[in-house]
């Protein structure tokens, strides 16, 4: 994880957060007071991790993290007062929000720390794995549609048109999604 969105009512946690992350290599770090601030600025920009250190001054902070859990792949920890942390970590937590009992120690801050690291990069992979799937799935419409086109222009089976676009593809050194643009382009277009 390389970006981190702190937010926090509290000066004192704000510095206490920033100065751990550094401690443990983190650079791009963003300091924000109110939860406001922090969803106008995560429509326009990309965290891999979030702390807020709640309360907010313009809301808990719990609607926060649950609504950046939701909406973008960001990882989120919630720092939450020791009395607190039962009820509110049974809300977020089916959301994917870490939450940490303050007073906050350390070592268990740095094993949250993991936590959302280990939960980030297979968030991340999945959300790759997914965008790979939506391109063949689009790719495969693409290549049906084209088919669909030479098979009613000119006259080919299905099986033929496999093969056209096959090998034109292997022949003109494109892919067969290029190949498919093509033809739709020339009869469809």
């Not at 891999?48 to 960001?74: Q, S, V, Y």
């Not at 090998?167 to 277009?189: C, F, H, L, N, Q």
Request: proline content about 2%; overall charge neutral; charged content about 30%.
């Amino acid at each position: 994880m390389e970006t981190v969105l702190i937010v926090s009512g509290s000066e004192k946690g704000a510095v206490f957060f920033e100065a751990l992350l550094r401690e443990l290599s983190f650079r791009d770090i963003t300091v924000l007071k109110g939860a406001g601030e922090a969803r106008r600025l995560a429509v326009q920009r990309d965290f891999d991790l979030c702390i807020i250190n709640a309360p907010l001054p313009d809301e808990f902070g719990d609607t926060l993290a649950m609504d950046l859990a939701r909406k973008t792949l960001t990882q989120v920890i919630l720092v939450v007062k020791a009395e607190l942390y039962g009820e509110i970590s049974a809300r977020v937590e089916t959301v994917g929000v870490l939450t940490v009992a303050k007073p906050l120690q350390k070592e268990l801050f740095w094993m949250a720390l993991k936590l959302a690291t280990a939960a980030h990069n297979k968030m991340a992979a999945l959300h790759d794995e997914n965008a790979k799937l939506y391109k063949k799935i689009d790719d495969i419409k693409l290549i049906d549609r084209a088919k669909a086109i030479l098979i009613n222009y000119l006259q080919m089976s299905e099986s033929e048109a496999h093969r056209y676009i096959e090998k034109r593809a292997m022949d003109e050194r494109v892919t067969r999604r290029e190949v498919a643009e093509s033809i739709i382009k020339t009869y469809d277009g």
